[in-house]
């Protein structure tokens, strides 16, 4: 090739490398901005391939190398400082090779991937479904990780191996003095860290526990109006699968509790006052008061009836895939009543869907009263939505910041028009008094059935 012809080639080729390196730095952050927990200093160096990042929570200082794939559907966690390398591979979930075909059929098994804080992933590394990988721990190049890595460990190999631990005492110094390392491990200044958004364990953490179908995105954004409250609507897909499995009693309190404190530690939070809208914590109220002893507790209860007609128009234990063909994370973990221990196996199999979505909001909303009942009354408030346009300035005073105005607008409304209760049956509603009737006595007296 003619040297003119060459350093044409050379030039075309250079701009083109150029534009390709521009296009993926604007199509990362284009994903980066659906991460609902976004650390400072998240850096993306060349290609990302990601579905799901809005189930992923991505902490402070976190750097990805060219050519990573990641499938966060199932909730990924990844902690401040954790460094992964070039085309590292992270799957959460994976195709159910037990269902209506073979090899597998289209629908996904969730599992959520935990990555601690301070670790370092080297290249070529796979990081399966359901793995745990605790805080300062080092996977060699080209292992596959599944389950339980150990803090500390240094792992290696196809088939992993623990080869050794790092030094405790040093990583734990260096800790402490907050030395972490940024672009090619260049040592973060004070100003660097200084831009890191506080943990969990820095904030005064808030939950808003219900039933799902009450208003619980409405709240998070009406609360996150306030210029000092930040509150998310399930920002954790992780808590699905999890609260199912202590509701179930197939997750010891051990496990439970790792894992909970595995998913917050190595999250960040984007202000000091910061709350999380989610059904599945009302499951959950005292594992995670163990886990944070000052949390405040917003109960937001909405009257049976309409929960009870939105979560039956939505498709709530009614088999069959959703409108997209697909079954989601939340139909997959669906909590059962006879797994709860609740209802007798007989009785769940003679339940209608209908009456499934009763037990579903009577179910809940006793478990949360039964957790409210051992924690400090100045800890918790309850709410109804009916009467949420004007609680907001109970609800900011309870917070500890002042009152300001807002607009209590309606979100995430869904798409089905549910039956409203003046249309049910007479055996819809003789079913809703009588698996819902003494809560509905006890939370909205005089209620009555049209």
């Given at each position: 090739?003619?040297?003119?012809?060459?350093?044409?080639?050379?030039?075309?080729?250079?701009?083109?490398?150029?534009?390709?390196?521009?296009?993926?730095?604007?199509?990362?952050?284009?994903?980066?901005?659906?991460?609902?927990?976004?650390?400072?200093?998240?850096?993306?160096?060349?290609?990302?391939?990601?579905?799901?990042?809005?189930?992923?929570?991505?902490?402070?200082?976190?750097?990805?190398?060219?050519?990573?794939?990641?499938?966060?559907?199932?909730?990924?966690?990844?902690?401040?400082?954790?460094?992964?390398?070039?085309?590292?591979?992270?799957?959460?979930?994976?195709?159910?090779?037990?269902?209506?075909?073979?090899?597998?059929?289209?629908?996904?098994?969730?599992?959520?991937?935990?990555?601690?804080?301070?670790?370092?992933?080297?290249?070529?590394?796979?990081?399966?479904?359901?793995?745990?990988?605790?805080?300062?721990?080092?996977?060699?190049?080209?292992?596959?990780?599944?389950?339980?890595?150990?803090?500390?460990?240094?792992?290696?190999?196809?088939?992993?191996?623990?080869?050794?631990?790092?030094?405790?005492?040093?990583?734990?110094?260096?800790?402490?003095?907050?030395?972490?390392?940024?672009?090619?491990?260049?040592?973060l200044s004070e100003e660097?860290?200084?831009?890191?958004?506080?943990?969990?364990?820095?904030?005064?953490?808030?939950?808003?526990?219900?039933?799902?179908?009450?208003?619980s995105t409405t709240i998070?954004?009406?609360?996150?109006?306030?210029?000092?409250?930040?509150?998310?609507?399930?920002?954790?897909?992780?808590?699905?699968?999890?609260?199912?499995?202590?509701?179930?009693?197939?997750?010891?309190?051990?496990?439970?509790?790792?894992?909970?404190?595995?998913?917050?530690?190595?999250?960040?939070?984007?202000?000091?006052?910061?709350?999380?809208?989610?059904?599945?914590?009302?499951?959950?109220?005292?594992?995670?008061?163990?886990?944070?002893?000052?949390?405040?507790?917003?109960?937001?209860?909405?009257?049976?009836?309409?929960?009870?007609?939105?979560?039956?128009?939505?498709?709530?234990?009614?088999?069959?895939?959703?409108?997209?063909?697909?079954?989601?994370?939340?139909?997959?973990?669906?909590?059962?009543?006879?797994?709860?221990?609740?209802?007798?196996?007989?009785?769940?199999?003679?339940?209608?869907?209908?009456?499934?979505?009763?037990?579903?909001?009577?179910?809940?909303?006793?478990?949360?009263?039964?957790?409210?009942?051992?924690?400090?009354?100045?800890?918790?408030?309850?709410?109804?939505?009916?009467?949420?346009?004007?609680?907001?300035?109970?609800?900011?005073?309870?917070?500890?910041?002042?009152?300001?105005?807002?607009?209590?607008?309606?979100?995430?409304?869904?798409?089905?028009?549910?039956?409203?209760?003046?249309?049910?049956?007479?055996?819809?509603?003789?079913?809703?008094?009588?698996?819902?009737?003494?809560?509905?006595?006890?939370?909205?007296?005089?209620?009555?059935?049209?």
């Open positions: 090739m003619r040297p003119a012809v060459q350093k044409l080639a050379d030039l075309v080729y250079r701009q083109l490398r150029h534009a390709e390196r521009r296009w993926w730095a604007g199509y990362s952050e284009h994903l980066l901005n659906q991460v609902p927990l976004l650390g400072a200093g998240v850096k993306i160096n060349g290609k990302l391939n990601m579905t799901g990042a809005k189930y992923a929570v991505v902490g402070n200082n976190v750097h990805i190398g060219d050519n990573a794939f990641i499938r966060a559907e199932g909730g990924l966690v990844i902690g401040d400082n954790t460094h992964i390398s070039r085309n590292v591979t992270i799957y959460t979930i994976n195709h159910d090779y037990e269902g209506e075909a073979l090899p597998y059929d289209d629908q996904y098994r969730y599992r959520p991937v935990t990555i601690g804080r301070n670790v370092w992933i080297g290249m070529g590394v796979t990081v399966a479904p359901g793995t745990r990988i605790g805080d300062g721990a080092i996977i060699g190049m080209g292992a596959t990780v599944a389950g339980e890595i150990p803090a500390m460990s240094i792992v290696a190999s196809a088939s992993y191996q623990v080869l050794k631990e790092r030094d405790r005492a040093h990583y734990e110094r260096l800790d402490m003095d907050r030395l972490y390392g940024g672009a090619s491990g260049r040592l660097d860290t200084a831009t890191f958004r506080p943990s969990m364990d820095e904030a005064e953490p808030f939950f808003v526990v219900s039933t799902g179908r009450s208003g998070a954004r009406t609360l996150s109006m306030h210029p000092k409250v930040v509150c998310l609507h399930e920002p954790r897909v992780q808590l699905i699968k999890l609260s199912t499995e202590w509701a179930h009693r197939t997750k010891s309190e051990n496990d439970l509790f790792a894992e909970l404190n595995a998913i917050y530690s190595a999250s960040v939070c984007p202000t000091s006052i910061y709350g999380e809208s989610d059904q599945n914590i009302s499951l959950l109220i005292r594992p995670l008061l163990d886990r944070f002893p000052s949390a405040k507790i917003i109960w937001l209860l909405r009257d049976g009836r309409d929960v009870v007609a939105s979560s039956y128009a939505k498709g709530w234990y009614q088999p069959g895939p959703h409108a997209d063909g697909r079954r989601q994370i939340w139909d997959n973990y669906r909590i059962q009543g006879d797994s709860c221990g609740d209802v007798s196996p007989e009785a769940w199999d003679a339940m209608s869907a209908f009456e499934r979505n009763c037990w579903y909001w009577s179910y809940v909303n006793r478990t949360v009263q039964n957790a409210l009942e051992e924690v400090d009354r100045n800890q918790w408030i309850m709410v109804r939505l009916e009467e949420i346009n004007d609680a907001t300035d109970r609800i900011f005073n309870f917070l500890g910041v002042p009152p300001v105005p807002v607009t209590v607008t309606r979100h995430n409304t869904g798409i089905s028009s549910p039956r409203r209760h003046a249309t049910w049956s007479a055996d819809e509603k003789d079913a809703f008094e009588k698996i819902c009737g003494a809560e509905m006595d006890l939370w909205y007296s005089g209620w009555g059935i049209p």
